[in-house]
């Protein structure tokens, strides 16, 4: 829907900032289980940094589309509405985050190497994470303010 159609029939979330890091935690959470899980698993398996790296991106997609989703289904929306409300709600927050936290831990001398034992790895994901939510608090909340992103899936709340 556009910004006119929300607004029409009182649904559009205001652009603040509280709202946007909501809509980014709510993200982020999706993406950080993506992320975490694909890191681990690409670790554990000895994988080169390339395709952790992708294994990471597709689960932080398939998580991140997947949290919203289930609140649309939940709210009776069909599967295949369902899936483009959360494709036009997190696309971009998803997007904006993977290519921050995962520039972040290939940028970290050692970090993708360095082991699931090792804080070395884990302080660089968790750190990679929080920068990642941090530069897509703004992003969000540009696109609520203009009724894209999160602004799509907040009538379904």
């Known amino acids: 829907m556009d910004q006119h159609d929300h607004a029409a029939h009182g649904h559009a979330p205001a652009a603040t900032w509280g709202t946007a890091a909501s809509a980014t935690l709510h993200c982020l959470t999706g993406c950080a289980i993506g992320e975490v899980l694909g890191m681990v698993v ?12 992708v294994l990471s991106i597709a689960l932080a997609f398939v998580f991140g589309y997947a949290l919203t989703m289930r609140g649309v289904l939940r709210a009776g929306v069909g599967f295949r509405q ?3 409300v959360a494709l036009a709600a997190d696309t971009v927050s998803i997007v904006v985050m993977e ?19 090792s ?5 660089a994901l968790a750190f990679s994470l929080l920068v990642a939510f941090a530069l897509t608090v703004p992003v969000n909340r540009w696109l609520i303010s203009r009724g894209k992103g999160h602004a799509v899936v907040h009538q379904y709340h």
């Open 99 to 117: 290519l921050i936290d995962n520039a972040i831990m290939v940028g970290v001398p050692g970090a993708m190497d360095a082991g699931l034992t």
């Open 42 to 53: 690409g670790t554990a398996l000895g994988w080169s940094a390339g395709p952790t790296v």
């Open 82 to 84: 369902a899936l483009k």
């Open 119 to 123: 804080g070395l790895f884990w302080g």
